[in-house]
């Protein structure tokens, strides 16, 4: 290995929420680093459209990620189809935000964590085991945020939860896989300018004022989190684990 091998041809990543826009910049960059792609969101057309646009060699995988049982056959179908799988990304993720906190229901409360944490520490696990069961090593990489540090606001807040506990996993998974020479790392982006950043009722002003809060003062696009998203997966980040980098034009500071 040369010092700057990404080391990434022909290897097989599995990219949740790929059809999302923060996940098709993803897949996108995995794809031109020469890896074959495992599109996996909610619809199976989508899945297969995007699989397509990156190229003959992807697959799309429409899968609901809150089937937790299924999350082992999911990794065995992939694994048929494109190999043994060395990377995951969890990008697949919800936001519903309430008015104000008094307001939050169980409903929402589940709604989140079932796709932010459950299903991304599940479909983690069964990816995990069959490195482990391989004796091959490989990394993961979790979507957590910058609410994760600062706990959000008002409706955010079980959101913000959601992100808190996918970075302390993170740690804890890093740590109990290490000996396997599984890497997990975690990814905060600060506010990206897709359809998830917008509220309802959200005004010019509103956006303005969060564009004031960001020392590069514009907000994030789903592509700025590629190269770290990439960099993280690659033999150039092979003693990083537990980590957890912040894309987010200085938002996030620590
Ligand atoms: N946009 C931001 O400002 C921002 C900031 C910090 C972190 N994030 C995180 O980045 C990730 C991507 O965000 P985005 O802005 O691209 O959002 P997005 O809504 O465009 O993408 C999320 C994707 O997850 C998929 N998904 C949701 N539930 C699913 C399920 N049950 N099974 C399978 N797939 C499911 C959706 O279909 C969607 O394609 C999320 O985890 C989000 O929390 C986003």
Not at 119 to 124: E, H, N, Q, R, V
Not at 191 to 207: A, F, H, I, S, Y
Request: with cysteine; proline share 3%; charged share 15%.
């Amino acid at each position: 290995m040369t010092h700057l091998d990404w080391g990434l041809t022909g290897k097989t990543v599995i990219v949740t929420g790929a059809t999302g826009a923060i996940g098709r910049a993803v897949a996108q960059g995995f794809a031109e680093a020469g890896a074959t792609v495992a599109i996996v969101d909610l619809d199976q057309a989508t899945c297969e459209t995007t699989a397509l646009s990156l190229g003959l060699a992807h697959r799309g995988y429409g899968t609901d990620l809150r089937q937790f049982a299924q999350l082992p056959a999911l990794i065995a179908r992939i694994e048929a189809d494109l190999g043994l799988a060395t990377t995951l990304v969890n990008i697949a993720g919800v936001i519903l935000r309430t008015p104000d906190l008094f307001t939050v229901t169980e409903k929402d409360w589940d709604a989140q964590h079932d796709i932010n944490l459950k299903a991304l520490f599940f479909l983690t696990q069964a990816f995990s085991k069959r490195l482990a069961d391989t004796g091959t090593s490989g990394s993961v990489i979790n979507y957590s945020s910058q609410g994760a540090l600062s706990g959000g606001f008002g409706g955010s807040v079980v959101y913000n939860a959601t992100k808190g506990a996918i970075t302390t996993m993170t740690r804890g998974m890093a740590r109990s896989w290490a000996p396997l020479g599984i890497r997990v790392n975690s990814i905060a982006p600060g506010l990206v300018d897709t359809p998830m950043l917008k509220t309802t009722g959200q005004t010019d002003e509103d956006r303005q004022a969060m564009i004031n809060q960001i020392p590069m003062k514009r907000l994030g696009l789903p592509e700025d989190n590629v190269g770290a998203t990439v960099f993280l997966a690659s033999d150039m980040a092979r003693y990083m684990t537990g980590a957890m980098i912040n894309v987010s034009g200085g938002f996030l500071m620590y």
